[in-house]
């Protein structure tokens, strides 16, 4: 009797019946290890990106607020000096009554105070013009002003919002040394609008202070009301208009003057009318507007300024900002600066950069820098240097990280008188 043939397991199928086994509990904590090894790694990366994000963002910011103070100064800086007359204040119509000059046109140069003066155009103002005086009555006290200088347009009669100007017409004003200079005869000629060049600044109880400049540099200080008046023809009224309500100007009276009267003869010659400002600059300990920035390091500092545009009153030291008056610090209101009347005379101290570890003005003759001890010296600049250095702390890293600035600005509208 044969015995069935026992086959041999395939091993194949012996393999696919053998039950499946796990990972040990050694491959399982090399896996984690790794695991948690290439997880850190990738976090401290992006950490460190994150890091560097934001310390970057720290620095663009602190160069954007340097750019924006230093641009601030720059637009300043072009208007140094502009439009201020050479010659000294009259006090009456014959000058023979005077006050000190505008010159020095820096009246403080200290290496952490900057005060000058200049005429800087208003973006907000309304009533603008730089005009030049086509007429003058010494007897009566009032000055006719046109300018060529907007393009030729007619402004509406009517008190403010009124007063626009159509661009594409013709003024028409007297001129000339007749009647009708006066506006008291018919003669007219071409002539333009003073609207639109945004340069003069309504101050307190709506007075535009400026300064009648004659032909020899000299000048008188009027003040005139932003709300104009009465409309008509007739002498003494604010807006001048025709037969035909064609606009010819505006006068300035010798009720709102300083000192009575003024030298027809050298208005009627050829002048201008300016409104000066004074801008200052100063840099000091933060949250201490009293006390200069002691540029070492032990406290932080910022940089102010403030400007004012109302009434001038002559250059003595006792109303106008002199070097000899020394440090003149930011928790002072200026003369004729008040910041909280309506409207103005002026702005606050406004904080133009902060964190400041050190700052410094620079005044340079010909290529040098030297010090500004006097009025002489004052006169003297020829350009202006800031020079400051930021302080920073990185919000997640702690680190510190400074930064140094520095621009020169040449005086382009510096002449002496």
């Given at each position: 009797?044969?015995?069935?043939?026992?086959?041999?397991?395939?091993?194949?199928?012996?393999?696919?019946?053998?039950?499946?086994?796990?990972?040990?509990?050694?491959?399982?904590?090399?896996?984690?290890?790794?695991?948690?090894?290439?997880?850190?790694?990738?976090?401290?990366?992006?950490?460190?990106?994150?890091?560097?994000?934001?310390?970057?963002?720290?620095?663009?910011?602190?160069?954007?607020?340097?750019?924006?103070?230093l641009d601030l100064l720059e637009y300043d800086m072009k208007f140094l000096g502009a439009s201020v007359p050479g010659g000294i204040e009259c006090t009456n119509a014959s000058c023979s009554g005077t006050e000190?000059?505008?010159?020095?046109?820096?009246?403080?140069?200290?290496?952490?105070?900057?005060?000058?003066?200049?005429?800087?155009?208003?973006?907000?103002?309304?009533?603008?013009?730089?005009?030049?005086?086509?007429?003058?009555?010494?007897?009566?006290?009032?000055?006719?002003?046109?300018?060529?200088?907007?393009?030729?347009?007619?402004?509406?009669?009517?008190?403010?919002?009124?007063?626009?100007?159509?661009?594409?017409?013709?003024?028409?004003?007297?001129?000339?040394?007749?009647?009708?200079?006066?506006?008291?005869?018919?003669?007219?000629?071409?002539?333009?609008?003073?609207?639109?060049?945004?340069?003069?600044?309504?101050?307190?109880?709506?007075?535009?202070?400026?300064?009648?400049?004659?032909?020899?540099?000299?000048?008188?200080?009027?003040?005139?009301?932003?709300?104009?008046?009465?409309?008509?023809?007739?002498?003494?009224?604010?807006?001048?208009?025709?037969?035909?309500?064609?606009?010819?100007?505006?006068?300035?009276?010798?009720?709102c003057l300083d000192g009575p009267g003024y030298d027809a003869t050298e208005m009627e010659a050829g002048a201008y009318v300016t409104q000066l400002d004074r801008v200052f600059w100063i840099a000091h300990e933060?949250?201490?507007?009293?006390?200069?920035?002691?540029?070492?390091?032990?406290?932080?500092?910022?940089?102010?300024?403030?400007?004012?545009?109302?009434?001038?009153?002559?250059?003595?030291?006792?109303?106008?900002?002199?070097?000899?008056?020394?440090?003149?610090?930011?928790?002072?209101?200026?003369?004729?600066?008040?910041?909280?009347?309506?409207?103005?005379?002026?702005?606050?101290?406004?904080?133009?950069?902060?964190?400041?570890?050190?700052?410094?003005?620079?005044?340079?003759?010909?290529?040098?820098?030297?010090?500004?001890?006097?009025?002489?010296?004052?006169?003297?600049?020829?350009?202006?240097?800031?020079?400051?250095?930021?302080?920073?702390?990185?919000?997640?890293?702690?680190?510190?990280?400074?930064?140094?600035?520095?621009?020169?600005?040449?005086?382009?509208?510096?002449?002496?008188?």
């Amino acid at each position: 009797m044969k015995h069935p043939t026992q086959r041999k397991p395939n091993a194949q199928s012996a393999d696919i019946e053998r039950p499946l086994q796990g990972f040990s509990l050694i491959e399982v904590v090399i896996a984690t290890a790794i695991s948690i090894t290439l997880a850190a790694g990738a976090m401290g990366t992006l950490l460190t990106v994150e890091r560097t994000r934001r310390e970057g963002s720290q620095r663009a910011q602190m160069n954007r607020n340097a750019q924006v103070a230093l641009d601030l100064l720059e637009y300043d800086m072009k208007f140094l000096g502009a439009s201020v007359p050479g010659g000294i204040e009259c006090t009456n119509a014959s000058c023979s009554g005077t006050e000190p000059g505008l010159f020095p046109i820096i009246r403080i140069g200290e290496p952490q105070a900057l005060v000058f003066l200049g005429d800087l155009p208003y973006p907000n103002t309304n009533f603008n013009g730089t005009m030049s005086v086509n007429g003058g009555d010494g007897a009566t006290g009032t000055v006719l002003v046109t300018s060529e200088l907007s393009g030729a347009c007619r402004p509406t009669t009517s008190p403010p919002p009124g007063l626009a100007c159509d661009t594409k017409a013709s003024t028409l004003v007297p001129f000339g040394s007749t009647s009708g200079a006066r506006c008291t005869g018919a003669a007219t000629g071409e002539r333009t609008c003073p609207w639109g060049m945004g340069k003069w600044q309504a101050g307190n109880g709506n007075l535009v202070w400026v300064q009648l400049v004659g032909n020899q540099g000299d000048y008188w200080e009027h003040c005139h009301s932003a709300t104009f008046g009465s409309v008509g023809a007739s002498q003494g009224a604010d807006i001048l208009v025709g037969p035909t309500n064609d606009f010819r100007g505006l006068q300035f009276h010798a009720t709102c003057l300083d000192g009575p009267g003024y030298d027809a003869t050298e208005m009627e010659a050829g002048a201008y009318v300016t409104q000066l400002d004074r801008v200052f600059w100063i840099a000091h300990e933060m949250g201490d507007p009293t006390s200069a920035c002691p540029n070492d390091g032990s406290v932080l500092c910022q940089i102010s300024r403030r400007q004012c545009w109302g009434r001038l009153d002559g250059a003595p030291a006792s109303t106008m900002p002199d070097y000899t008056n020394g440090f003149f610090n930011a928790n002072t209101t200026p003369a004729f600066c008040a910041h909280n009347t309506t409207p103005p005379d002026g702005t606050n101290w406004e904080s133009v950069i902060d964190n400041v570890y050190s700052v410094q003005f620079v005044y340079i003759q010909d290529t040098a820098s030297f010090a500004v001890n006097n009025t002489t010296d004052a006169g003297n600049v020829r350009a202006i240097e800031i020079e400051f250095l930021l302080l920073e702390n990185a919000n997640v890293s702690g680190v510190e990280f400074r930064q140094r600035y520095r621009r020169r600005f040449f005086l382009e509208n510096r002449e002496s008188p």
